[in-house]
């Protein structure tokens, strides 16, 4: 696990976009598994930057999103989908075709679990993972609790997600109570993961991630010790004292 301390969210975001814009021209044909969350706005705001003067062949990039609300169609502001066109795909001219969100309207959700999976591994995995974290260390939306051996599936939302994520709707009541989520054995399946640690709250996560805790299910993060080829980008303020950097 390569760990990378960044001064702030402008320094994380610059670091990341570069990482996406480099990887890319290196490697115009691959998978890209994305992530929504705050996370990622600066991130995908510099991408695009970048991309306008030197734009990128991107003819062979498929993308595929962790995750997206039960319940909330593309046309809603608050879901995965809607976020991810106005913040990334439209700027950076992508074909729609090209990208991949679970769909939070199907009438059979599990056949839409199903489906996406299969999607995924038909397109050959994925081959940079993008990754945020909760406070609860959640990856995607795979809260405390879920098998490690996951694909993927319908999650219901703790009471602590819920709540975090209502900045974004206004009350808690508003915020779904399921997702569809790919599972930690999706995530799991990716060459590369690019794992972002920024936000409030966050210090108990690093210290599970760092430190010398043991993988656990409680924090579901903490898998990520076991893939191969894992980068984590975090910002310094989460920690008084830099533990354990393996
Ligand atoms: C959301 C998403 C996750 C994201 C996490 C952190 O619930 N499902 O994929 O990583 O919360 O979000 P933020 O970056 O806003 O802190």
């Not at 115009?28 to 003067?53: D, I």
């Not at 995750?67 to 809603?76: A, R, T």
Request: charged share 25%; glycine share 10%.
């Amino acid at each position: 696990m390569q760990v990378l301390w960044v001064s702030g969210y402008q320094e994380l975001s610059e670091l990341v976009a570069e990482h996406i814009y480099r990887s890319i021209e290196e490697k115009p044909e691959a998978n890209w598994g994305l992530a929504t969350g705050s996370s990622f706005v600066g991130t995908y705001r510099l991408l695009v930057e970048k991309h306008r003067p030197r734009p990128l062949d991107l003819e062979g990039i498929r993308t595929f999103n962790l995750d997206e609300y039960v319940g909330l169609d593309g046309s809603s502001p608050y879901s995965f989908r809607y976020f991810m066109n106005r913040s990334l795909f439209y700027p950076l001219g992508l074909d729609l075709g090209q990208t991949n969100i679970p769909n939070g309207m199907a009438k059979d959700l599990e056949l839409e679990c199903k489906r996406y999976e299969e999607k995924i591994e038909a397109s050959g995995r994925i081959d940079y993972q993008l990754l945020g974290v909760g406070v609860n260390g959640h990856i995607g939306f795979n809260e405390p609790g879920t098998e490690f051996s996951s694909r993927t599936h319908v999650a219901r939302l703790t009471e602590s997600t819920r709540r975090a994520n209502s900045r974004f709707f206004g009350s808690i009541e508003s915020v779904p109570t399921h997702a569809i989520t790919m599972g930690i054995g999706s995530i799991m399946r990716a060459r590369e993961i690019i794992l972002v640690v920024s936000g409030d709250g966050k210090e108990e996560v690093v210290q599970q991630l760092l430190g010398h805790q043991v993988v656990s299910k409680r924090w579901p993060v903490t898998i990520l010790k076991k893939h191969p080829k894992v980068t984590v980008i975090v910002d310094e303020s989460l920690v008084s004292e830099r533990v354990g950097v393996g």
